[in-house]
C-alpha cells in the first residue's frame, strides 16, 4: 500500500543547531503540507505545497524554518538554529490535489531540542 | 477563523463498552468539512471520515457512527463495542476553502481514548 514516507523518525539535537526532515509523498500526489504537532495538541500546519509551489506558508517562522518542494515531489524542512521550543512531532501529509482525495500523514518525525 | 474544540481530554471505559467523542466547531463559512482521524502510538494520522457541510445524514462504518448537527455545530464519534484496538488519541478537524479552491484543515486537541480489557 503506498505511504507517505518520513525520515528521522527521530531526532535529538542541541539548540542553535541546524536540523533537517524529509518527506517523500505519496506517488502523483500534487498537493503537500507539513503540520508540527506539539506534544497534547492538534497538529498545525506550517507550509502547504501544490507542485514545487509553495500555496501557504504563513504559520511558518520564517526566521529559522524553511522549505522546500524543488522537483514537486519530495520535500525538506529545515530548522536553523534549534531552539527548546521547536521540540514537537512533525507530521508531512499528501494529497492528490488540494480539493480533492483524503489526506494521507507520515509517521512522523519527532524532534526533541536539549 | 475556525476553531475545533474537544472537550474531552481523555476517556477511559472498559471493552464492549460503548463510547462517545465530542466535537463542537466554529466556522462563519457555509460550505465546509468535517474530519474525523485516529492517531495510534506509531504517530500517523489515520483518516476515518470525512463530511461536508450540506450533508447531515448520520453515518455509520461497522462499529463507527457519526452524528453531524449544524444547529449545534457538532460532528460527534460514537464506537460501539469498544475493542483494545481502539485505543488511541482521536482528532476531530474542519477544512475551509480558502483561495485557489485549497482547502485549510483546523485541528482540535484530541482526546485519548483508552479500552481497558
Known amino acids: 500500500e503506498a505511504e507517505v514516507a518520513q525520515s528521522p523518525r527521530y531526532k535529538i539535537t542541541e539548540k542553535s543547531q541546524a536540523v533537517a526532515f524529509w518527506c517523500d509523498p505519496i506517488s502523483g500526489h500534487a498537493t503537500l503540507y507539513w503540520y508540527r504537532q506539539i506534544l497534547g495538541q492538534g497538529p498545525e500546519l506550517l507550509v502547504q505545497f501544490q507542485d514545487e509551489s509553495v500555496v501557504d506558508d504563513s504559520q511558518l517562522p520564517k526566521d529559522r524554518f524553511s522549505a522546500e518542494r524543488l522537483k514537486g515531489v519530495d520535500s525538506t524542512l529545515k530548522i536553523q538554529p534549534a531552539e527548546l521550543g521547536d521540540s514537537a512531532m512533525y507530521l508531512c501529509?499528501?494529497?492528490?490535489?488540494?480539493?480533492?482525495?483524503?489526506?494521507?500523514f507520515g509517521e512522523g518525525s519527532r524532534l526533541t531540542v536539549l | 477563523a475556525q476553531k475545533v474544540t474537544q472537550a474531552q481530554t481523555e476517556i477511559s471505559v472498559v471493552e464492549k463498552e460503548d463510547v462517545t467523542l465530542d466535537c463542537v466547531y466554529e466556522?462563519?463559512?457555509?460550505?465546509?468539512?468535517l474530519f474525523w482521524y485516529k492517531q495510534p502510538p506509531s504517530g500517523e494520522l489515520v483518516f476515518l471520515i470525512r463530511r461536508n457541510s450540506f450533508d447531515e445524514q448520520n453515518e455509520i462504518s461497522g462499529r463507527y457512527s457519526w452524528n453531524f448537527q449544524k444547529s449545534t455545530s457538532s460532528f460527534n464519534f460514537t464506537i460501539t463495542a469498544s475493542q483494545v484496538v481502539d485505543s488511541a488519541v482521536y482528532f476531530c478537524a474542519l477544512s475551509e476553502a480558502y483561495g485557489f479552491g485549497n482547502e485549510k484543515l483546523t485541528f482540535g486537541t484530541g482526546t485519548r481514548l483508552t479500552i481497558i480489557p
Open positions: 466556522t462563519r463559512d457555509t460550505t465546509y468539512y
Open positions: 501529509a499528501s494529497r492528490i490535489r488540494a480539493s480533492a482525495g483524503e489526506l494521507f
